[in-house]
């Protein structure tokens, strides 16, 4: 059975920066996509970032490229959300998700994703 256990999130001023974690657990194979979404009251899941486990490939929403960066630890199992330059706009609870896929494509509808963690908070101060 997946886990998917997030940790890292908390408060941090705009500008500064955050890393969340997710350890995963429970995967069968290397054949699986591993992504971040956040989620504020009333609104849909929304799509942050995503990275293919067995090539690394990443991909990214327009709305955190270039201040966001994903990436994997396979000796951990775990995935990493590194936050930087965050805004009052990065509020919200941020969740890791998995799915599995033989395919080098990218999923970024929460519905594709079969695998969920609790979620973490984090909120951005000004």
């Known amino acids: 059975q997946v886990q998917l256990v997030e940790s890292g999130g908390g408060l941090v001023q705009v500008g500064g920066s955050l890393r969340l974690s997710c350890a995963a657990s429970g995967h069968t194979s290397n054949n699986y996509v591993t992504a971040w979404f956040r989620q504020t009251p009333g609104k849909e899941r929304e799509f942050v970032a995503t990275?293919?486990?067995?090539?690394?490939?990443?991909s990214y929403a327009d709305t955190v490229k270039g201040r966001f960066t994903i990436s994997r630890d396979a000796a951990k199992n775990t995935i990493y959300l590194q936050m930087n330059s965050v805004k009052p706009e990065d509020t919200a609870v941020y969740y890791c998700?998995?799915?599995?896929?033989?395919?080098?494509?990218?999923?970024?509808?929460?519905?594709?994703?079969?695998?969920w963690g609790q979620g973490t908070q984090v909120t951005v101060s000004s």
């Open positions: 990275v293919i486990w067995s090539n690394g490939w990443t």
């Open positions: 998700a998995s799915k599995y896929s033989v395919l080098f494509r990218f999923y970024r509808g929460p519905q594709d994703y079969a695998h």
